[in-house]
């Protein structure tokens, strides 16, 4: 007789569980990688511009200025949407984090339990084979007996 841990479906459920919990993250690491590349291209971009300008000689028409000022603008809002975007998705892999720590837990938990009752079945199954070699000593001890 082979050993069945009886609660087999819930481990493999919590498994499954930490594994997507661990694949989510990932992909909110990922996310957030790209987050942080747009971001630093947008600031470099921004910085890129300024210095360029700050290069030009002569003079430069009010028209060119203020078109200078919207883009500016324009680059300084979407780098505060993606430092928000930031900050949010932070925010959410922080979650993800606590998550996942409680998956891992649960997994262990029922992990340890699956070893407790093997262990269980180990000794319970070397009570068997020890009372049954016990039996047979005794059948053995009482046959030498009545034939002496």
Known sequence: MTFQFPYQHILSLKERE??????EMGLLMMKKEGI????????????DCISQWEQM???????DILQQNEYLEFLDVKISRMEQEHRAIE???????EELLLKQ????????????SLDAYIEQQKK??????????AIRHYHQRVSL
Request: negative net charge; glycine residues 6%.
């Open 36 to 47: 942080e590349k747009e971001l630093d291209s947008l600031v470099q971009k921004r910085q």
């Open 18 to 23: 930490k594994d997507l919990s661990l694949s």
């Open 91 to 97: 925010q959410e892999i922080a979650g993800k984090k």
């Open 105 to 116: 837990k649960e997994e262990k938990t029922w992990h340890l339990l699956k070893e407790k």
């Open 57 to 63: 000689e002569g003079g430069t028409f009010i028209s």
């Open 128 to 137: 068997i084979e020890q009372d049954n070699l016990d039996e047979i000593a």
